[in-house]
């Protein structure tokens, strides 16, 4: 009988020590300012979780945003024939015996006559004027002049890229202080660059090179893109897919639904589990040994590397495989079974088809988590500026040295010029951006052929 009962019939008594249900008791009160504690511990810690996370985007996109924005320098240049094509047969392999170091006089020409219209650089010398260029500026002048030489003896308007001196300038990256002790670059060169921006001969605009281009050497930060490493990390994760996902699958498939229950299968089941937790630079000193030193494949190649990756990423693919056929319940293996089904025909017909979201979720997660290694690459050779140009077919892009877009970014981030530094970070956007767009995929996939019993 509850105190409340009691109260309602005339001449019962309550029982001792208890109270009135509707009135707190010492204890109550206790428990329930313990559970508005817990509460309010989750609430702080998933707040200092949200704000380490903003903390960490705001610090991605504030430095890495730089990369996606590069600065041209806008100039003429006078092409002169008796210098360019001394016979006069606008014959470009005879043109190609003027070296780079022939059309590095025509930049500072050019910039002699800018400087004397426009009444900009006083007291600087041409040579401190084309200072502000890039390295690479007469090699893009000269293969200009290749593919056409009919341009030969005439003025055409070039827009080169300056230097990364230049541009950490215009985007606040470098300082008149910071360069008090620094050769590449000078304060009167920067005065230089302000006229020249008044002029708006010198501009910021979207770097499309950055994106499809190749890394460059230590000297031209400027002209460093990523391009070529997106098209090596393409390649290994086809390797990847194309390997990992059947033989995973079919592994699974056998250990959860064919496989007996004995201590042979248990050992298995407990080395793939272990597999799972061995660190990523295990499998890249595995994969340099057995696929480099014994097999003898190409150092760098994106097929090594997908071999490397699929090795780490197949413990992945056959737990969460088996997870997702544990899932399927077993009446529906029993009713199959009991309209005549084969055990194989269950499976497959039935199981499978059921079990296919979780196993392609898991699947492009494995898959995102192999785009994000490092340290397996590195030690099979996939280091940054390899491969200059993209591959022509596929076997090209499987078997020549390229590197890949996590050890592009690790390269410019251990070079000490603050422009690869950017570089860096803008890489890690990128690669965000293809690691959020495979994990989204997932969920999609799976909230789309999703079923509940």
Known sequence: MTDAAAQDIPGAIPAEGKGSLLIQDKRTRRRNAA???????????IGIGLLMLFVLVYNIISRGTGAFQQTFVTLEVALPADKLDKAGNRDPEEMKKVSTFGYAPLLRDAFERLASEKGIGAGLDPKAMAGILSDGAPAQMRDYVLANPQTVGESVTFEFLASGRVDGY???????ESIANDKNISS????????????EAIQKRFNLEFITGSDSSDARPESAGIGVSMIGSFFMMMVVLLLALPIGVAASIYLEEFAPKNWITDVIEVNISNLAAVPSIV???LGLAVFINYMHLPNSAP???GLVLTLMTLPTIIISTRASLKAVPPSIRDAA???GASKMQSVFHHVLPLAAPGILTGTIIGLAQALGETA?????GMVGFIASNAPDSIATGLLSPNSAMPAQIYEWAKRSDPAFYERAWGGIIILL?????MNTIAVILRRRFERRW
Do not use: C, H, N
């Open 337 to 339: 079974l009991g309209v």
């Open 170 to 176: 215009l985007k606040d990256r470098v300082s008149r």
């Open 188 to 199: 009167e060169q920067l005065d230089f660059v302000d006229e020249m921006a008044a002029q």
């Open 303 to 305: 097929l090594v590397g």
């Open 35 to 45: 559970e508005a504690r817990f509460k309010a511990y989750g609430i702080i810690a």
């Open 376 to 380: 397996p690459l590195l030690l099979i």
């Open 283 to 285: 499998f890249g000193i």
């Open 433 to 437: 951006g293809f690691l959020i767009t």
